[in-house]
């Protein structure tokens, strides 16, 4: 391998991660850079502009690099592409505004101790020293926020209040918890090595954070739901990498809705001819025991058994698997996680593997069929293959690229095209798998049409039809309630998981329509080359190739397989 300072633009490419290394320590951690794991960032304003200003340098220096080679130019494009999508974001404050339970300060503190080893007395020192930054991470955002509730830029009170409930739920003990988990993990005394008294105050600072937003917050926050096409267009830019058309976006997406939904309700019929509606033929599906995993221990067998086989029957077929990272841990997601499973990747030195992340809400029994797909999804061959690729590829992305240049739309376009390509390879053998695979390819299409109509207050399609007890909405403006209804019977998602979805939309503009729009540049690519190159073009090829390049945005991604020459 190669070393960062193979030229003038992996060298600077290096000297970024160094320092979003030293100005995140969160960063780090998930990235795997040394040194920063008993720290936690400054989100006070000042120092978030004094980032902001580095960032600018930066971006002016590199634009004035010339690259050596074809590796230097996308080196180059992918620094100054991401960059510029985030610079935007903080010129416009959106980077402080833009909070939600899924999406905030609190949540990435709370996971990325989960993140920590936990092996000798070492470790316990770094992760008790990190629990006691706890409290002056959380003053730092204060200050932000302050300044965001005086410019009158708050989001509305729903994030705040679920912000607000979310420190609580920590507050109950969650870092305690997490210091005797440690403890015990050490081999350290408890008491002795500081961990309870830090897991405590952590733990205190999340229920006074709570208190603070509920009395001082909650008061002054905004009651508008939708951001507006301007702040949208910002959000999409940065979550796709792409110039986007959302009125033609928003009326393909109700088409590929349609589209699906007319496949779910054909297999419904077969599997429950007297049902009425999906959302029976999904509790059916549900209330059927052959279906049911019971324990969280059985899932967690199964989400780890289920990912190995897959690598078992793609690798050397479809692709070509490194030893190295052919596990994929599977792990339940920290209490007060949004409803969504997630993916987190491996460390670069491959010491921590890549995990997948499941939110049991306290559940005890899941039903497997609404999971196969989703774990195609965030295993392999979705986020782990490619994730796990572009670690390994120190030689051709730089060390920026290989730790800071995932895209949404890139990124989770990839692993909902890596869903339907087990479709097209023959693995949802059993109807009741389709349907929960079909259900999530409903669920991306909805999130586009709900997402844009949400924050753009569009009008929902003549004959979009009843939804529930709200009756015809056709024509009607778009409201929350609207959506969550859309996503129980369209989507058959419960009523938890579709409330969870809609706050997830209204707080994190156009990241969910991310899936959908990269899933369909990953197809469009897919079929152009295979017109082009005829008989050439090989299946296995294509995904090496793509997945060599790294994470880009789209449109950069679109223009470099519009000129690839059909090998690997």
Known sequence: MTTSFRSEVFTYANSVVEWMAATDPIFATNAGVPGYDALLPNYSSDAQRRIGEERLNYLIAIDGLEPSDEIDRIARQVLLERLGA???????????????????????????????????????????????????????????????????????????????????????????????????????DLGASGLLSAGEDADAACRELSEWFTA?????????????????????????????????????????LRRIRSRMLEIAAELTPTATSLVETAAFLDADPTRQIVSVNALLAKLKA????????????????????????????????????????????????????????????????????????????GHHLQ???????????????????????YGEGWALYAERLMDELGFFTDLGDELGYLANQALRAARVVVDIGLHLELAAPDDLGVLGDLGDCGGTTWTPEMAIALLEEWTIQDHETSVSEVDRYLGMPAQAISYKVGERVWLAARAEAQERLGDAFSLKSFHAYALRLGPLGLDTFAEELRNWDGHP
């Open 86 to 188: 985030t610079m935007a974001l903080q010129s416009f404050d959106e980077l402080a505004r833009s909070i939600s339970v899924i999406n905030s300060p609190l949540g990435e503190v709370r996971q990325v101790f989960e993140m920590l080893p936990m092996t000798n007395a070492h470790d316990a020192e770094i992760l008790a020293a990190r629990l006691l930054s706890v409290r002056e991470c959380f003053k730092s955002w204060r200050n932000s926020l302050r300044d965001v509730a005086v410019a009158g830029q708050l989001p509305a009170a729903r994030h705040v209040q679920g912000i607000a409930d979310q420190a609580a739920t920590y507050g109950q003990g969650a870092f305690a918890d997490l210091a005797k988990r440690a403890a015990a993990s050490c081999f350290v």
């Open 216 to 256: 001082e917050l909650l008061p002054r926050a905004g009651t508008k739901e939708a951001c507006g096409s301007h702040r949208y267009q910002l959000w999409a830019s940065y979550w796709t990498g792409a110039t986007l058309d959302l009125d033609e976006l928003y009326q393909w997406g109700y088409a590929d």
């Open 306 to 381: 289920f990912t190995a086989q897959a690598v078992l029957a793609l690798d050397g077929v479809h692709f070509d698997i490194d030893p190295r990272v052919r596990f994929c841990d599977a792990r339940i997601a920290p209490e007060g996680s949004a409803a969504a499973p997630y993916y987190i990747g491996p460390s670069e030195d491959l010491s921590r593997p890549g995990t997948t992340w499941f939110p049991t809400l306290g559940a005890t029994t899941f039903s497997w069929w609404r999971h196969a797909s989703t774990w195609y999804h965030e295993g392999v061959p």
């Open 387 to 409: 994730d796990a690729t572009a670690i390994l590829l120190g030689d051709r992305l730089s060390h920026f690229h290989r730790l800071a240049g995932w895209t949404s739309g």
